[in-house]
């Protein structure tokens, strides 16, 4: 058991496809990060995805896709210290990918420019 | 390939014949001198546990998140994978492992609704499909071809 169960969390979407969850994430965050499967947070939780993987912030809360294997894919939302933390470190991780570019906030720019990106980068 | 490490995969037990095919690919892969080593979720790996209580055909039964977790790591990597799918969960594990592992993947498509899913597949993978639940023979002819060729 991952120590995402032992959190306190909040359900968003249950049992839905794992395609589902990315496009929630992206169409209800603040701001939409992609990370690679195997992508570690709270310490021990690594996510399980279908690259590319769509993380949101959502005010403090952490929006990330969380799936079990006889239960289909959940979206969850966890808002406590770590997940500042853990959406400072996702802001950080992109400033490193793309240094020149504005951040990933959806009234600046589209979700979708950064996915496209990612999938470039992906298939190469 | 003797010798080469092999994960074998399996995702929910809902579908009845995936243990039999772990239970049949993990004892002939090892006969052919693959390296095996199953993985799954505590249900599906108490199911496979209890049908072979003593490891006659699976020798090595191990936790699946944990797998993947050491993969992940770099503490263990395979060279082949056959991963069980029924449902998207099962795609998007498989879709996991393709991204953190070397391994070159089997997707071993069973189940009720295979076309869809087998759709739905975007790594890559050799895949083998049968819309089969409950029983083993079709799936089993299908990939005695496939450990028939990986022995050439």
């Known amino acids: 058991m991952s120590c995402i169960e032992q959190m306190k969390y909040t359900i968003l979407l249950d049992r839905i496809s794992f395609k589902e969850a990315r496009e929630y994430i992206e169409t209800n965050s603040d701001e939409v990060y992609y990370v690679s499967p195997g992508y570690k947070i709270f310490k021990d939780y690594y996510i399980i995805g279908v690259p590319p993987i ?3 912030s959502k005010g403090n809360a952490l929006v990330f896709p969380y799936t079990k294997p006889c239960h289909g894919s959940f979206v969850l939302s966890i808002e406590n210290e ?5 959406i400072n470190r996702l802001r950080e991780t992109e400033k490193e990918k793309e240094p020149a570019s504005s951040k990933k906030d959806k009234s600046l720019e589209s979700s979708k420019a950064s996915s496209t990106s990612f999938l470039d980068m992906w298939k190469k | 390939m003797t010798g080469a490490k092999v994960l074998l995969m399996m995702g ?3 579908i009845p014949i995936q243990t039999s095919i772990a239970l049949y690919l993990s004892h002939k892969l090892t006969n052919l001198g693959f390296d095996v080593t ?3 979720t505590t249900a599906a790996t108490r199911l496979l546990k209890v ?3 003593d490891g006659h055909y699976a020798k090595k039964l191990v936790d699946l998140d944990k797998t993947l977790e050491d993969i992940i790591e770099k503490r263990n990597d395979f060279d082949i994978c056959f991963a069980f799918m029924h449902n998207d969960s099962g795609m998007t594990y498989a879709a996991t492992v393709s991204a ?3 391994a070159r993947i089997y997707s071993i498509v069973f ?3 295979t076309e869809e899913l087998a759709q739905t597949i975007e790594f890559d993978c050799e895949k083998i499909v049968t819309q089969d639940v409950h029983n083993p023979v079709r799936l089993k ?3 005695d071809k496939v450990m028939e060729a990986m022995a050439r």
């Not at chain 1, 770590?82 to 853990?86: F, Q, T, V, Y």
């Open chain 1, 54 to 56: 769509a993380m949101g």
């Open chain 1, 82 to 86: 770590d997940s500042i933390k853990e």
């Open chain 2, 12 to 14: 929910c037990p809902e």
């Open chain 2, 38 to 40: 199953v993985a799954g």
């Open chain 2, 100 to 102: 953190i592992s070397q």
């Open chain 2, 141 to 143: 002819n299908k990939l």
């Open chain 2, 111 to 113: 189940g009720r609704h």
């Open chain 2, 51 to 53: 049908s072979d209580y």
